[in-house]
């Protein structure tokens, strides 16, 4: 039997076990306790406050586009659009989530085949993918009821574009759409990977989209669990986009519309010639821009693009035409100022000018031509081989530095994207994109605006505005509040100048112009221009023997052109007017320019 000092010491030897063993326990607890409450604090409270903060990004409301007279034409409204959030979904149940979707609802190709590649779509800094938009109210009690089955689907109060008088301003105001990856890596505005959200993509809406756009708003919420929302804990408001207040004058711009209505194809722009503000601006055909404000049918874009008549294309800045004779005041000019010729100067037209072998015909050449003929009159009467003779005299190089002095062959630095240069074709030029020398018909034909000569319509009405603004190298816009840029004014003579104002006084107002029956016939708004015919097809020889003067496919024949100017007397509007296969500039563009600047007086 054990002592009772034996039981003692037994005893003592086990309590200090148990404490030695309870010390332990307590130091690694305390000590995981110290890593996980101390060291790692950080750590745990960042993903703490990740499971019950989320922070949504708000878009702010996208600026007006507004008329001159105030009036919007472009405006947002409310809709609805469904959203897939990734990060409600566990991964192992993404799949059968997706299937479900995609199943149950009718998708587009696009949103299908974002949701089969999702490890590309989780990649982004964004976890959502947009699946409908513009719901309509069976779309949207469709996915209320899902979302209640399926994690992860949110119903999303989203603002969207509202465009209206669409088709006679698209070309102006363009449309917004999704960006692309392109467009968010160059902007590095993260607000651009929310699936909502939209930029600019032609017209104004481009030109000013990161005014338009605003500046993001963040919301932080917290949330349960399950993710739902528990109350708001902070928010920052977003700032909306700034309103743009064009220069159109609505009332001008529909009613230039009407009338290029009649045609299948043509261009217009009224502008204040002195200080390069843009009244009227038509492309027609115009198209319906509110289709970009939701996902486009691919059919109703293919049928856009495939139309023979390029509506989706802006004529005004992107079509390039041959100026034809609106071009003979450049090479009248370059004579006058390089002193070949004078106002007297006289030149005999057959019908034809003569270069070796080649014959090189004025457009009176079934009639025997003009006869004897001065600058002025040459013209009023748009005779060729009067400036055939000058081209001989002066050389192409001194044309080529007048015409790019008026601003051909250049852009005229609109604020508006996709502008092109045009080309007015040099020596060098020729050399280089066509590996071959410059001749004496290269010059003939640049001198009447054919050949390799091309300009848009806006290139021609600012250099008629140069001509009668006093010599002010404007650059046209159509923000109202832009800044004007100031250069310093070309220096012709004042006498030069006069003289070639003199021969488009008289193409509309002589017995003898070219544009004489669209006199405007009134004596405080005379008009006064340039009729011209740009060349699709060349007549040949054997089709002029027959007496051939213009194709009898619509295709094939000559755009018209008028660029002109009102009133003569004090000139403050300019205009252009080019239809597309409309024959020639006197019968089709004239007309339509008396009637825009008759309209213009009225409206303006």
Not at 115 to 130: A, Q, W, Y
Not at 387 to 397: L, R
Not at 408 to 425: N, R
Request: proline share 4%; glycine share 8%.
């Amino acid at each position: 039997m054990c002592s009772l000092r034996d039981e003692r010491k037994l005893i003592t030897r086990r309590a200090f076990i148990f404490a030695g063993i309870k010390t332990a326990i307590g130091i690694v607890l305390g000590s995981r306790l110290f890593y996980l409450q101390i060291l790692q604090f950080s750590h745990f409270k960042l993903l703490s406050d990740k499971n019950r903060l989320v922070a949504k990004r708000i878009l702010p409301p996208r600026g007006k586009i507004l008329a001159a007279n105030g009036e919007l034409l472009a405006s947002n409204q409310f809709t609805y659009s469904a959203v897939l959030d990734l990060l409600e979904i566990p991964e192992e149940n993404r799949a059968d989530v997706i299937d479900q979707i995609i199943k149950e609802k009718r998708l587009d190709d696009k949103s299908i085949s974002e949701l089969r590649n999702i490890p590309e779509t989780i990649n982004r800094n964004n976890k959502l993918v947009l699946l409908q938009e513009n719901l309509d109210w069976d779309d949207l009690a469709g996915y209320y009821v899902t979302s209640s089955l399926l994690p992860g689907i949110i119903i999303e109060k989203v603002q969207t574009r509202k465009y209206l008088h669409a088709e006679e301003l698209s070309h102006v105001i363009g449309y917004i759409g999704a960006p692309t990856e392109k467009d968010i890596e160059r902007t590095e505005n993260m607000a651009l990977t929310l699936p909502m959200a939209k930029i600019g993509k032609t017209g104004i809406e481009k030109s000013y989209d990161e005014e338009l756009f605003g500046k993001i708003g963040v919301q932080h919420v917290e949330v349960n669990s399950r993710r739902q929302f528990v109350r708001c804990v902070s928010n920052t408001e977003s700032t909306p986009g700034s309103d743009i207040h064009l220069t159109i004058n609505l009332d001008l711009q529909l009613e230039v519309y009407k009338i290029l209505s009649e045609h299948s194809g043509a261009s217009c722009v009224v502008m204040n010639v002195h200080s390069g503000e843009i009244l009227a601006f038509v492309s027609y055909p115009g198209y319906d821009i509110n289709i970009f404000t939701k996902r486009i049918d691919p059919k109703v874009l293919r049928e856009l693009y495939d139309n023979p008549f390029k509506p989706a294309i802006n004529k005004v800045i992107s079509g390039l035409y041959s100026p034809g004779s609106a071009f003979k005041m450049i090479t009248g000019l370059a004579g006058l100022d390089a002193g070949v010729i004078t106002e007297h100067t006289r030149f005999r037209c057959t019908g034809v000018h003569e270069l070796g072998s080649h014959k090189f015909h004025c457009w009176r050449w079934k009639y025997g031509g003009h006869g004897s003929i001065n600058l002025r009159r040459a013209l009023a009467e748009s005779c060729d081989v009067f400036f055939y003779n000058v081209a001989e005299s002066v050389g192409a190089d001194k044309i080529v530095k007048t015409a790019n002095d008026f601003g051909l062959g250049i852009p005229t630095g609109i604020d508006l994207p996709g502008e092109k240069s045009g080309l007015i074709p040099t020596r060098e030029w020729k050399k280089t994109t066509k590996k071959q020398k410059w001749t004496t018909g290269d010059t003939l034909n640049l001198a009447i605006g054919q050949g390799f000569a091309l300009a848009t319509p806006l290139q021609l009405v600012r250099m008629i505005s140069i001509m009668v603004n006093g010599l002010n190298p404007i650059t046209p816009y159509l923000r109202r509040s832009r800044e004007i840029t100031s250069s310093d004014n070309l220096r012709y003579k004042r006498e030069h100048i006069e003289l070639i104002l003199d021969g488009m006084y008289d193409v509309v107002n002589s017995d003898t112009g070219t544009a004489r029956r669209s006199a405007t016939f009134d004596d405080n708004f005379e008009m006064s221009g340039k009729t011209g015919s740009s060349q699709v097809y060349r007549i040949t020889e054997d089709q002029r023997l027959q007496g051939k003067t213009v194709s009898d496919d619509y295709w094939l024949k000559e755009h018209a052109i008028f660029v002109g100017y009102a009133p003569d007397s004090d000139p403050k509007y300019g205009v252009v007017v080019l239809v597309e296969h409309g024959g020639g500039g006197a019968k089709t563009a004239a007309p339509i320019a008396r009637d825009v600047l008759l309209a213009t007086k009225r409206f303006c």
